[in-house]
């Protein structure tokens, strides 16, 4: 049986804070997919990774060549998304440590631990 990846659980700010605290008061729910805090990174992180490939590009056009302004975007950008790749993988070796889980070998292979208890598809 093929099944598809489950979608990154986007919800309200309000909602994303709340499960942060629960994160620290160490009572989150256990998610199938992307956790809220998972979910707001993708749409980050994929965010990022396309501001960045546009400031690119738009310095090699002749309207934007040599602007500083631009390449000093183009920098921030990129060391942002440092700095976003080392907040993901944090994310994921707490997670996995704090739901006994291997996530790295659920994302490459496809399939986790079902669902049991309060766990959220």
């Not at 729910?29 to 590009?57: F, K, P, Q």
Request: with cysteine; glycine share 8%.
């Amino acid at each position: 049986m093929i099944t598809t990846p489950a979608l990154p659980s986007l919800c309200s700010p309000v909602q994303t804070l709340r499960y942060a605290r629960q994160m620290s008061d160490r009572h989150e729910a256990r998610y199938i997919g992307h956790n809220l805090l998972g979910g707001w990174m993708v749409v980050v992180l994929l965010s990022c990774v396309a501001l960045t490939s546009l400031t690119g590009y738009l310095f090699t056009t002749d309207l934007l060549w040599g602007h500083d302004w631009l390449a000093d975007l183009h920098i921030a950008l990129s060391w942002s998304m440092v700095g976003l790749v080392a907040l993901h993988l944090l994310g994921v070796i707490m997670t996995s440590y704090r739901h006994r889980e291997n996530l790295v070998r659920a994302m490459i292979a496809g399939i986790k631990t079902a669902p049991a208890g309060d766990d959220v598809m």
